[in-house]
């Protein structure tokens, strides 16, 4: 069997094949190109097991060695920096020991999702995206206004037909370039908003049939936004051993190193799936809202803890509930504290 190692890069790769022996057989560089890529792989007469980094531009090569019926590991990159420790790296060096680590069953692997969910996860990445646009518009807008001692009016949003009529006031006490500015931010508000309208439909038209985002919508505080984002950031819930392990992918489980009468606690704001902070951060809000048993396990946190660590105890919870009702494929019946997670 040959073991291939691919590093990866924006417009090429560099592949390094060894043996069982851990031998070099050869080292090419290819440019990002499907024919050059299904040529060069065609032409081993012995197996060949392929391993590449989750690098930004993963998606095409993975699906295109997948297709050709290759057996494909795909590398967690930050894991795989932890293992390798280089003074001297290059894109050769990087192939090679993709290669070695890959021989020996030593690399760790990220998780890969379907083609199809990874396009469904994506769709509401990208509706995120455009909310959090229209967000930092409307600020933008609120910015301007009050520079010139003219504060909107509290009902309603400006990205709502009201909020925009409102923009496009000519009677607004503005110097006429101002105002300009501001019709500008408006029309592109609007815009952003009649897409993200658009793309909801879709995700709902798109996620009907799926049974999971039906038991989800059962769970309060998620609806038909939240519920895809959660389903599809997750992908299998069968890849987390417990509900613990989706708490920490989900940063509600701080990192603590421990030796000797070391104790030491580090922020993990940065490690696990951001977009599934989010999400559960907007069902905590929800839920808080809309749910009697939800709001008062809160309210009885927040007057001991604040309002910070009394929403992390929920939220930590909620992903609980998330892995109990999508394991067992039932639907939501009740919120319970663990007494494990009343600590942030």
Same mark, same amino acid.
């Given at each position: 069997?040959?073991?291939?190692?691919?590093?990866?890069?924006?417009?090429?790769?560099?592949?390094?094949?060894?043996?069982?022996?851990?031998?070099?057989?050869?080292?090419?560089?290819?440019?990002?190109?499907?024919?050059?890529?299904?040529?060069?792989?065609?032409?081993?007469? /012995?197996?060949?097991?392929?391993?590449?980094?989750?690098?930004?531009?993963?998606?095409?090569?993975?699906?295109?060695?997948?297709?050709?019926?290759?057996?494909?590991?795909?590398?967690?990159?930050?894991?795989?920096?932890?293992?390798?420790?280089?003074?001297?790296?290059?894109?050769?060096?990087?192939?090679?020991?993709?290669?070695?680590?890959?021989?020996?069953?030593?690399?760790?692997?990220?998780?890969?999702?379907?083609?199809?969910?990874?396009?469904?996860?994506?769709?509401?990445?990208?509706?995120?995206?455009?909310?959090?646009?229209?967000?930092?518009?409307? =600020?933008?807008?609120?910015?301007?206004?009050?520079?010139?001692?003219?504060?909107?009016?509290?009902?309603?949003?400006?990205?709502?037909?009201?909020?925009?009529?409102?923009?496009?006031?000519?009677?607004?006490?503005? *110097? /006429?370039?101002?105002?300009?500015?501001?019709?500008?931010?408006?029309?592109?508000?609007?815009?952003?908003?009649?897409?993200?309208?658009?793309? /909801?439909?879709?995700?709902?038209?798109?996620?009907?049939?799926?049974?999971?985002?039906?038991?989800?919508?059962?769970?309060?505080?998620?609806?038909?936004?939240?519920?895809?984002?959660?389903?599809?950031?997750?992908?299998?819930?069968?890849?987390?051993?417990?509900?613990? *392990?989706?708490?920490?992918?989900?940063?509600?489980?701080?990192?603590?190193?421990?030796?000797?009468?070391?104790?030491?606690?580090?922020?993990?704001?940065?490690?696990?799936?951001?977009?599934?902070?989010?999400?559960?951060?907007?069902?905590?809000? =929800?839920?808080?809202?809309?749910?009697?048993?939800?709001?008062?396990?809160?309210?009885?946190?927040?007057?001991?803890?604040?309002?910070?660590?009394?929403?992390?105890?929920?939220?930590?919870?909620?992903?609980?509930?998330?892995?109990?009702?999508?394991?067992? =494929?039932?639907?939501?019946?009740?919120?319970?504290?663990?007494?494990?997670?009343?600590?942030?």
């Amino acid at each position: 069997m040959l073991y291939a190692g691919i590093d990866l890069h924006k417009y090429y790769q560099l592949i390094t094949d060894i043996n069982d022996g851990g031998h070099q057989v050869s080292q090419v560089r290819l440019n990002n190109n499907r024919l050059l890529v299904k040529n060069y792989f065609g032409q081993f007469t /012995e197996s060949v097991k392929i391993v590449v980094e989750a690098t930004l531009n993963w998606y095409w090569l993975v699906d295109l060695l997948d297709e050709l019926n290759y057996h494909i590991v795909l590398a967690h990159p930050k894991k795989l920096r932890s293992i390798v420790e280089a003074k001297l790296e290059n894109d050769k060096i990087s192939s090679f020991m993709l290669a070695q680590l890959l021989r020996n069953n030593f690399i760790p692997e990220a998780y890969c999702l379907s083609p199809e969910i990874r396009a469904l996860r994506d769709l509401c990445r990208t509706r995120l995206f455009f909310v959090r646009q229209r967000t930092a518009l409307v =600020n933008n807008c609120h910015s301007t206004l009050l520079k010139h001692n003219i504060v909107a009016p509290s009902k309603g949003k400006l990205h709502s037909s009201s909020g925009l009529a409102y923009l496009k006031n000519p009677d607004l006490e503005l *110097h /006429e370039i101002s105002k300009l500015g501001l019709n500008c931010k408006s029309d592109l508000i609007k815009i952003l908003t009649e897409k993200i309208k658009s793309l /909801e439909y879709k995700i709902k038209r798109y996620c009907i049939e799926d049974e999971i985002i039906k038991l989800l919508k059962t769970i309060p505080g998620i609806g038909d936004v939240l519920s895809p984002t959660i389903r599809y950031e997750i992908g299998e819930i069968t890849r987390f051993k417990s509900h613990k *392990h989706l708490a920490s992918y989900s940063r509600y489980t701080q990192k603590i190193h421990q030796s000797g009468r070391l104790n030491k606690h580090y922020n993990t704001s940065k490690e696990g799936n951001a977009y599934l902070k989010w999400a559960f951060s907007e069902v905590v809000i =929800n839920a808080i809202r809309f749910d009697k048993d939800i709001r008062k396990c809160y309210q009885r946190h927040l007057s001991k803890k604040g309002k910070p660590v009394a929403k992390a105890i929920i939220g930590r919870n909620l992903t609980t509930v998330v892995f109990n009702v999508w394991t067992n =494929n039932e639907s939501y019946k009740g919120f319970k504290v663990s007494k494990k997670n009343q600590s942030n």
